[in-house]
């Protein structure tokens, strides 16, 4: 059963920085896509960034381009969120989500088929 558990959320002031992680488990296939997508109150969920197993292709959404960075360590199943000149309007509950039988990063969030609990970043002075 594939897992996803976030963590690394927090509170940080404007310009700040933040990492989260994204531990994955339980993934049968040889590849997958493992994305990061943000819901602010009020507003719907939306794509942040993607990162895909087979090549280390990525996606980011053109409000973070240039500020966040996607990685991952394969030796511990994990996949980063380099969060940096955080805004204010970055706040948000930042969800991990997985995509199976594919080798394509995308945002597209109904191709996800698991998603992780969800962790919640602040950026305020």
């Known amino acids: 059963q594939v897992r996803l558990v976030e963590s690394g959320g927090g509170l940080v002031q404007p310009g700040g920085s933040l990492r989260l992680s994204c531990a994955a488990s339980?993934?049968?296939?040889?590849?997958?896509?493992i994305g990061w997508f943000r819901q602010a109150p009020g507003k719907e969920r939306e794509g942040v960034s993607c990162?895909?197993?087979?090549?280390?292709?990525?996606v980011y959404a053109d409000s973070v381009k240039g500020r966040f960075t996607i990685s991952r360590d394969n030796a511990k199943n994990t996949v980063y969120l380099q969060m940096n000149s955080l805004k204010p309007e970055d706040t948000a509950v930042y969800y991990c989500?997985?995509?199976?039988?594919?080798?394509?990063?995308?945002?597209?969030?109904?191709?996800?088929?698991?998603w992780g609990q969800g962790t919640q970043v602040t950026v305020s002075s």
């Open positions: 989500a997985g995509q199976v039988l594919t080798v394509v990063a995308d945002l597209s969030e109904w191709k996800y088929d698991y």
């Open positions: 339980g993934f049968t296939e040889d590849y997958y896509v």
């Open positions: 990162i895909s197993s087979k090549d280390d292709s990525t």
